[in-house]
């Protein structure tokens, strides 16, 4: 099988593990947050997403829609907002590079040579920086009449797929013919290369066959990759920003989620002599990683781009952010620990505390308003509604933040109900359907594979 060029590179850079502050001029007299933002990663990473979101088989689409047939003009708004993200991406590079040249002597700290060639060096990266900004500022130009195309033909009824691969074609194109693009992509692989965590590394160090090591540090590299992507989903989650806008993050996981795939079926699997745990956790996480892919864009994020409710679109990103994280982030906690069966997620992913934590401390919730609900059900005439109310308010206050957003709305829906009913007679259907609501996702929090390792144990109910 022809191997994706984008691991071919990232091959190359991991077998050498070069250092990314030699190539990494743009970055040079920053610290290291904002060295992240002005190295260009960001701005590849959109780059990237924008080429991705051009390519109709990375959308999610319903299984009998026609996508030849169909209007485009949702995703053509969305591919100007990315276009012009883009553009204000490289202006903002543009301009950081821009800076006098005295702010660059810190190159000089970065070499153990003598002072003349330090001064060369100084030199070069003014100069790197200077032809940089030449070809940025002319795709950022070339960007502008795209987003003016997308925008000429937005005002038409409908765009058609024609219409939508034909501006496509000309974005790849102008990508393709910039000259700051391939410094930049050399500049991301290199940084991608060097910021695998450690403890992934050291535990790839000494394995046999050495071509089992390369392909673990490749696989553990793009798996760290994705997870990186859905950072910036989930930075914007948090800032409340326009979610639309996440789609095109969504279709670059999904592009190189299926380059990551094909590497560990048409090579990783395939190398000789391997181990049956070994080839067995490999098509395990191969198969976890099709089947989470498959539920985010055949179900989860379909119908995004048209929707105007702010609450579905919410959750929509939402809930496909945290199955593919999840997903991810478990692949690479698996494929370790064939290798070293006593390592810590914690000591790879923080969240995995934090998520042991809030899903202990939902279950209990949960169950403890599973009781008194049933409780209340049994004693329709005896129970104080006032003070049943109460506690499912204190959840919502409460727990309820550890729940998916998607599940907030059937809870509230419920609570509503329960406090409108007019005596024991109303009160007993909505009772006994919530009950089963929340037996129902007291049962599907339980599965959470973080709380594997920890047994349910049913806690003392205050009345």
Not at 22 to 32: D, F, L, P, T, Y
Not at 256 to 275: D, H, K, Q, S, V
């Amino acid at each position: 099988m022809k191997e994706n060029t984008d691991l071919a590179e990232l091959t190359s850079s991991l077998m050498t593990m070069a250092a990314p502050r030699r190539v990494a001029s743009v970055a040079i007299n920053e610290s290291q947050d904002d060295a992240h933002e002005f190295d260009g990663r960001e701005l590849v990473t959109w780059l990237q997403a924008a080429r991705s979101f051009f390519n109709p088989h990375n959308h999610p689409f319903a299984d009998a829609e026609e996508i030849t047939t169909r209007d485009w003009a949702a995703e053509m708004r969305i591919a100007r907002s990315t276009i012009l993200h883009c553009i204000e991406r490289a202006l903002a590079l543009i301009k950081h590079n821009a800076r006098p040249a005295p702010e660059l002597t810190s190159v000089v700290e970065m070499f153990d040579d003598d002072a003349a060639e330090n001064a060369l060096r100084v030199n070069s990266v003014s100069d790197a920086n200077a032809e940089l900004n030449r070809s940025l500022s002319s795709l950022a130009d070339s960007f502008g009449d795209v987003t003016t195309l997308c925008e000429s033909l937005l005002k038409a009824r409908e765009v058609d797929f024609e219409a939508w691969a034909t501006v496509g074609k000309i974005f790849t194109r102008e990508v393709r013919r910039a000259e700051a693009t391939r410094s930049l992509q050399m500049i991301s692989r290199h940084s991608l290369a060097a910021s695998l965590p450690p403890v992934l590394l050291a535990l790839t160090e000494n394995l046999q066959p050495e071509t089992l090591a390369a392909d673990l540090r490749i696989i553990f590299s793009q798996l760290s990759q994705l997870l990186a992507r859905l950072g910036t989903i989930e930075n914007l989650l948090q800032r409340d920003q326009p979610l639309k806008g996440t789609l095109p993050l969504f279709t670059l996981v999904r592009e190189e989620a299926r380059g990551l795939l094909e590497f560990i079926e048409g090579r990783a699997m395939r190398t000789e002599n391997l181990e049956t745990s070994v080839v067995d956790a490999l098509d395990s996480t191969s198969y976890a990683i099709q089947m989470e892919l498959r539920k985010v864009f055949a179900h989860e994020l379909v119908g995004l781009s048209s929707s105007r409710q702010a609450p579905l679109i919410y959750a929509k990103v939402e809930n496909s952010h945290g199955l593919l994280r999840d997903s991810f982030q478990q692949s690479i906690v698996t494929l370790a620990q064939i290798f070293d069966p006593a390592l810590d997620p914690t000591r790879l992913f923080n969240i995995f505390q934090t998520k042991l934590d809030q899903s202990i401390s939902l279950r209990e919730s949960l169950w403890t308003l599973l009781q008194l609900i049933r409780q209340a059900e049994r004693e329709r005439e005896g129970q104080p509604v006032a003070s049943l109310l109460e506690r499912l308010a204190n959840f919502r206050a409460g727990a309820m933040r550890y729940l998916m957003y998607k599940d907030w709305e059937a809870y509230e829906r419920f609570v509503e109900e329960a406090m409108l009913a007019r005596g024991a007679i109303e009160l007993a259907p909505v009772l006994h359907r919530f009950g089963t609501y929340l037996e129902t996702l007291f049962s599907q929090i339980n599965m959470r594979a973080v709380l594997a390792d920890h047994p349910f144990e049913h806690p003392a109910i205050e009345t």
